[in-house]
């Protein structure tokens, strides 16, 4: 079964940064897409940025210019670099991945979430 697994986030004042990690374990044939998502309360979850295996990036406009996501070069760790937070980051970050898990199948995959909050 793959896995995919958050660290990073935490509690930062406004303006500053933090970085997050995803690490991705088990039968991976090739992956597809890798990104992050984010929940916020009473909100629905939302697209914050995309890699595909290609390496084209695609960010939301609430967070072009500040965020940026990149993987590793093995291709099974993904990060996003948050810079100039602000308050309305606040939110559960969640790690995406569409994985062929067999040679001829994929299955989206989602990690278990990591709590980003900027203080004012």
């Known amino acids: 079964q793959v896995q995919l697994v958050e660290s990073g986030g935490g509690l930062v004042q406004a303006g500053g940064s933090l970085g997050l990690s995803c690490a991705a374990s088990?039968?991976?044939?090739?992956?597809?897409?890798m990104g992050w998502y984010r929940q916020a309360p009473e909100n629905q979850r939302e697209l914050v940025a995309t890699?595909?295996?290609?390496?084209?990036?695609n960010y939301a406009d609430s967070v072009k210019g500040r965020f940026t996501i990149s993987r590793d070069n093995g291709g099974k760790a993904m990060y996003l670099q948050m810079n100039s937070l602000k308050p309305e980051d606040t939110a559960v970050y969640y790690c995406?991945?569409?994985?062929?898990?067999?040679?001829?199948?994929?299955?989206?995959?989602w990690g278990q979430g990591t709590q980003v909050t900027v203080s004012s």
């Open positions: 088990g039968p991976i044939f090739r992956i597809i897409v």
């Open positions: 890699l595909t295996g290609g390496a084209i990036a």
């Open positions: 995406n991945a569409r994985i062929y898990d067999t040679p001829t199948t994929w299955d989206e995959y």
